[in-house]
């Protein structure tokens, strides 16, 4: 099933050229000077002062509490977050892929949390969680059920970032699903409907399968970006209370840039870069997106 | 096959490190010893940017020794964000600037770091200079960075709100007769009868710099301090009794719901809450948009064992690189623009208070009431935050301790609590 | 005169539509708040806060223009503006050319260490942006590329996720296609741009909205990299209203809701330009 001849086969570099270009200047490299990085003292007030010191960095995160910390948390909210906004965000997408009157409405509004700054959400959002006079809490207590202290609670903080930050995600993952939708061709649902396939049947067996490849990206996308959680706690909590929002890409930066530890933060990237990589690894073995499509 | 590959990844690693390694030091920062190059944290367009354009003009054209000053317009983000990261970057590559800016807190980190030089034989009349603004800017005994301008915090409130709780023009603190904790404590519990909510909004929410900026006073006020005086102890300090005892003050009125850890914004502003804990630029933000609130400011409440007054300070000053080649100008220009004439200028211009006694009689004599009351009090009980190098780490420290300290059922023992933070604070400590 | 079952589809089409019209205003109400606050004085954006009043502009409409003009005063904010726009049009534009470029690669070439290559781009997607800032900072200077457009354009236009998508798109498309166009004598380089592209609009529209708004938002990176103030993008005047002492709130959302519209366009551009392409046929069946 090869496409194109072996001959033709070294022309790929040609079109990889400007992007392998691209990345390598401005991601690779920068990744592979973390590395050195990760080795040395390095103060960002004193770059020329910096020491090799080894392994030393890496030594110290083991045993770094927030760190730690900041692992579980960040694994509480991608388990949480991934079935949760992905779900939604599929759901948004077969929603707006019907024709129906007011369809770009439907369009811009669930796509409006992606545009919309966070400054904006913010404000509302501190509003609606305010645990004495927050609108969240006026309605549980209009359905009997007692006020929760959400935002300022250590238990709960981390569940409202993650309500949060599916809310304003989804959208992203919508364009992305619809995308995927607008290229599954209409001539095989055509066919289906044909052969007198209900709706249902449709989906279930076109739609679904037709959107593999789209959902399996999306699964390993989002999975890594939900691993890179840094703005909503940075804007919502800074972290707190007692570190229970506090996320390891956060606490990288605050480490880096606040404390200027650059050669600790590069340490901490390092390792948790390679960590996330084994855990994506995993996630597509176990999704399906493993095995490529290799020899298609 | 294999080999090769190895091979492109061992040269792309070489010439990374290559890179991060030859920072060389290839680039000047001034172009000449007459050029003088500076770095700002604010738009040009702001009133803060055009006082400085002002400033610099009138530096160009008046200094007799031909310097020629340029300055750089960097916005910053939040408390610096943007433009730390430009310093940041500049520094990697060494290509600061003559004079930058930078704010109170990393006066002991960039000096200890040798990014910057003292300035204080290039400043005249330093008497007149407020001594918070001196302490901020000393590190080692030595004047590395001179403010241009202070900022002040004290209690707003409500003067509606007040009468109609019953509460007596003459029950209120002066900046001679301030009020104790327990007065403070007394007035907000009636206030929260009245009213019933929070007396005041202590931003008990905002976990920034805020924290140690506008509460430390009260650990002051006690006698308390963050460490000893040469910055290398925090044990036996941050959890004396007397810190103690301020810590004790914030977890009661949360405790007994004076005030709250989740304010409602702008709660003063819109007659929610009688009082605020808030800074200068509060003013103007009610005089604009808020008219309709009648207001004034309180003095800082005040231990009840030591009744003594102190309000925070600090904000951001000029200072010289030391990789400058145009130390002579940058001295004359620093000198310039903190003298009397320009530092009015400036700080009327952005409606902040003044960092110099001489500067803060003429600045008196123009602006409103609550503005003259925050002058005095500056002048009067202003403390500088402490200069430490890993001031970042101890800030947080204490926002965090601060937060503990509210949660009163999780940390219902102060001195146990303040145990634990002192340790942590010292492992931040050189 | 409708039928029985004309009129049952009808009350379904009725419900649906109400119901998906509540489901879009969770989404929407940060919207609707900051174009209304935009409208408002300060004062009654935080009065109006936490009733139905917050979404209904004040009611004296000579009001409404304030915030916009105090804005314009304090700001050059159309020269920002139109900074803003050519770096996202800039980026945009690279883009969908470099990353389309490399999916096709990935998507249509047997070359060898191809796996290898896209799971190290895979691998790629790992590193958190915000943390090798000061590296990319020194690559770029040493291109010799500071205080110019292309320190803004070029670090922003190749992505691995785009590729990634990319290549999933072309994937979708079959081999039988190509080999005719080869059969006709149509070289690689006319495939992919003459057949690959046109059927990968659905991808192009997606990873173009998603570029202009990456470029749109970035703040830091463009302060970093320009020293010319009349070079900078509307994100930093927009941080600077929102950070400088004391903040105006309906400022800061009238600064917002201009820097907002341009983004709700372009996805609206984008979005009719895929439906163009592939709904022609379209039956609303899918």
Known sequence: MKSITSAKSNQAWIYLFPALLLLTLFLFIPALMSIYYSLTDYNMLAPQARLFIGLKNYLTLFKDPIFLKSVRNVAQFVIFVMPLQVGVALGLALIVN???????????????????????????????????????????????????????SPKQAMFAIIGLSAWQGAGYQMLIFLAGLQNIPNEIYEAATLDGAGKWEKFRHITLPMLKPTSLMILTTT??????????????????????TITPVYYIYRTGFTDRQLGYASAMTIVYGVAIILFTVIQRKVTGAGGDNDDR | MKLSKFGIV???????????????????????????????????????????????????????????????????SGSGGGYEDKINAALNSNTLPDVLTLDGPNTAAYANSKIIQPVGKYIKNKD???????????????????????????????????SAAGIQESELPTLEKPWTWDEFMDISKRLKQKYNAPAIDMQLSDHSEMSIYSLAPFM?????????????????????????????????????????ISPKQKGFQTGKYAMMLSGSWTIQELDNQYKD???GILPYPVSPKTKKLVSPTGSWQYAMSSSTKAPKAAG?????????????????????LPARKSVSELMKKKVNAPMQFLIDQNQKSGHARPVLVNYPQVSRTFAETVTKATYYKENPDIAKLMKKQAQDIQQYLK | MMTGSQKARFAKTLISTILITLLAFLFLFPLIWMIVSSLKPEAQIYRDIGSFKSFLPSLDVGQWGNAYSSLLKRFNVFLYMLNSLLYGLGVTAGSIIVNSLAGYAFSKFRFRGRKLLFNIMIALLVIPGETIIIQKFQITRSLGLLNTPFAVVFPAMAAPFYIYM??????????????????EGAGMFRIYWRIMLPMAKPAIATVGTLSFIGSWNDYIWPLMVLTDTDKFPLQVAITNINNTQPVYMNQVMAILTLSTIPLILIYVFFQKYLVQGIGASGTGEK
Request: proline share 3%; net charge positive; with cysteine.
């Open chain 2, 293 to 295: 609130i009648d207001y």
């Open chain 2, 128 to 162: 007149d200079i407020l001594q918070s603004i001196r302490d901020q800017g000393t590190f080692n005994n030595k004047l590395y960075a001179i403010g241009y301008s202070e900022s002040g915090v004290g209690i707003y409130y409500n003067k509606k709100m007040f």
């Open chain 2, 332 to 352: 004359a220009l620093i000198n310039f623009l903190v003298a009397k004439k320009q530092m009015y200028r400036t700080d009327m211009s952005n409606t902040v």
């Open chain 1, 98 to 152: 019907k024709k129906r009157p007011g369809n770009t409405f439907f369009k811009i509004s669930f796509f409006a949390p992606v545009v919309v700054s966070l400054v904006v959400t913010s404000v509302l959002w501190l509003y609606i969680l305010n645990p004495e006079q927050g609108l969240l809490n006026g309605v549980l207590n209009q359905l009997g059920l007692p006020s929760q202290p959400l935002l300022t």
């Open chain 2, 10 to 76: 061992a040269v792309l690693f070489a010439s990374a490190v290559g890179l991060s390694a030859c920072t060389a030091k290839n680039d000047a920062s001034g172009s000449g010893k007459d050029t003088v190059n500076m770095w700002v944290h604010y738009s040009k367009e702001d009133p803060e940017g055009k006082a400085m354009k002002q400033n610099i003009n009138a530096f160009n054209k008046e200094n007799k020794q031909g310097y020629t000053a340029k300055v750089q317009y960097i916005p910053r």
């Open chain 2, 220 to 260: 002051w006020s006690a006698g308390g301090n963050v460490t000893n005086s040469k910055g290398t102890k925090a044990v036996g300090y941050f959890n004396s009794d007397e810190t103690n005892s301020a810590f004790q003050f914030i977890q009661n009125m949360v405790k007994n719901g004076y005030t709250t």
């Open chain 3, 166 to 183: 990319f290549k999933n798109f072309f994937d979708a498309i079959s081999n039988d296609v190509i080999e005719s166009a080869e059969l």
């Open chain 1, 223 to 244: 999975f890594i970006d939900a691993f890179k959680l840094i703005v909503q706690p940075m804007v919502m909590t800074q972290g707190g209370p007692m570190d229970s």
